[in-house]
């Protein structure tokens, strides 16, 4: 049986689509459920989930008597602070480079516990809509858990200063957010960068923690195995759910994290 995407998710992701292409502006009235119910050949009641999800979300303001509207975000992905490693290094008067190590997409079956938990795709909810074209589905990606769609996309790549390996980055992204993600040449083009472009951040959240770096990833930083390195693990969200998840391990002989207060 062919997989499809529940109805109230398809309107999700078409309201989504207008707001990021800036069809619709922060405060802009979206269509009236009558509306997207012509549009999309479903029940109002399917179009109110939607509406529901996103006014949840923070991406929609529903104003009683007056309408639906894009929500004044009180966030902006200049807000958060994404550290560039590629733009810190260039700033420094270092040479930079970047190595693709692999890219990989991956589905549910395929996912590890700890991906799992962080894109929150280990619960399965049915759909109680006659009108969501589908039976069980994933919470955060529509699919079904059990097949074969692509889910997150994967990708490692060292980052070098002076020809010198200084980080290696492992990131996981929303396939379905960022469709066009494994795509791209990450030789050339920045992961941080090229996220931000396509889907701005609303807000994130971080931890940094000095391990002993097993061998695989000693012999990527060209470090002894065990040698102290800083892991900085850092979630970002895009409209409401998680956009990407990276872990960065850097030589902790050669890196060192600063700001100002």
Excluded: C
């Excluded at 992701?13 to 999309?40: C, P, R, V, Y």
């Excluded at 379905?176 to 807000?203: C, G, W």
């Amino acid at each position: 049986m062919t997989k499809t995407i529940p109805a109230y998710q398809r309107i999700k992701n078409a309201i989504l689509d207008n707001i990021h292409s800036g069809k619709w502006q922060a405060g802009n009235a979206i269509s009236t459920e009558m509306a997207l119910a012509k549009e999309f050949g479903v029940s109002r009641m399917t179009v109110n989930r939607a509406l529901k999800e996103l006014s949840e979300e923070r991406v929609l303001e529903r104003r009683q008597g007056s309408g639906t509207f894009v929500a004044q975000q009180q966030f902006n992905h200049t807000f958060v602070e994404v550290r560039n490693i590629a733009q810190d290094l260039k700033s420094a008067n270092r040479d930079y480079q970047a190595q693709v190590v692999s890219k990989r997409i991956l589905t549910a079956a395929m996912l590890d516990d700890e991906l799992r938990r962080k894109f929150d795709i280990n619960k399965v909810a049915v759909s109680s809509n006659t009108n969501a074209d589908t039976t069980v589905m994933d919470d955060s990606t529509g699919a079904d858990s059990s097949s074969d769609v692509d889910v997150l996309y994967e990708v490692k790549i060292i980052h070098f200063a002076d020809g010198q390996p200084i980080q290696f980055e492992e990131r996981w992204v929303d396939a379905q957010k960022v469709p066009e993600f494994i795509e791209q040449d990450f030789s050339v083009v920045n992961t941080s960068d090229y996220l931000i472009a396509k889907s701005p951040l609303e807000r994130g959240r971080y931890t940094i923690r000095a391990l002993a770096a097993p061998d695989e990833i000693a012999v990527l930083l060209q470090i002894a195995p065990q040698s102290p390195t800083l892991v900085l693990r850092r979630q970002t969200y895009s409209a409401g759910r998680v956009l990407t998840f990276v872990k960065m391990w850097h030589a902790g002989d050669r890196y060192q994290f600063s700001g100002e207060l």
